[in-house]
């Protein structure tokens, strides 16, 4: 057990659609990253914060957008769904980037 | 830029072989290391990191990776695998940062599925 959250472990939306996927990190631990896993693309770094801010961007639409509250908890917020975002969403936190067990998306 | 590149995308082996996967990586400035293990339908877990001194790491269940900073290269091994190593094999770089504010974000290569065969 990583001592990484996220929440909901599945979630299935059709296209167009909102969706919002929340990590809360180790107890603790102060850096959020966000990661999106593909078959076509892989491991893809979308989004960093630390304590609060943004801390650095890889390739993350603009559809995407994520936060970090004052609990240290963050959002991974996902709109205009198209079929392609269909992935495994990861968080990770602390230095060593512990890894949380993904939020699978389905877009149909 | 950075980039990794693991050489094999499946690696079939049988049970109790020894295994190397190959990972090669590019940059212009130092990096650390990491391999990371995911079973299906799991998420990543750390396997094991170079971040300085020795270039030999090694991992609580018997996997061992070498840093060659000449061949950029940071191969994983494992004198005699089991069953239940059958998983993918994934090798990452990040750029150290200064200061605070975590590490920067790591770079994956494509991934290396192991295989496992009684």
């Known amino acids: 057990d990583s001592g990484v959250t996220q929440t909901p472990k599945h979630l299935i939306t059709a296209t167009g659609q909102r969706v919002t996927l929340r990590c809360s990190p180790r107890?603790?631990?102060?850096?959020v990253y966000w990661y999106q896993q593909s078959l076509d693309q892989g491991l893809q770094f979308l989004i960093q914060y630390y304590n609060g801010e943004e801390r650095a961007k890889g390739n993350i639409l603009e559809r995407f957008s994520a936060q970090q509250f004052p609990d240290l908890h963050s959002e991974l917020n996902l709109s205009s769904l198209e079929l392609g975002d269909s992935a495994l969403y990861f968080c990770a936190s602390s230095v060593e980037q512990y890894f949380g067990p993904g939020t699978r998306l389905t877009v149909t | 830029a950075q980039s990794v590149t693991q050489l094999d995308s499946q690696v079939p082996v049988f049970e109790e072989a020894p295994v190397e996967l190959r990972c090669n990586y590019s940059s212009s400035v130092s990096v650390y290391l990491f391999w990371y293990v995911q079973y299906p339908n799991q998420g990543l877990q750390l396997l094991l990191k170079?971040?300085?001194?020795?270039?030999l790491v090694e991992s609580i269940n018997g996997f061992e990776a070498e840093f060659n900073k000449s061949q950029t290269s940071f191969h994983l091994r494992k004198p005699s695998v089991h069953i239940s190593d059958t998983a993918e094999y994934f090798c990452?770089?990040?750029?150290?940062?200064?200061?605070?504010?975590?590490?920067?974000?790591?770079?994956f290569g494509a991934g290396t599925r192991l295989a496992v065969h009684p």
């Open positions: 107890s603790g631990d102060l850096s």
């Open positions: 170079y971040l300085s001194g020795s270039t």
């Open positions: 990452a770089v990040s750029v150290p940062r200064l200061g605070s504010g975590g590490y920067n974000k790591l770079i």
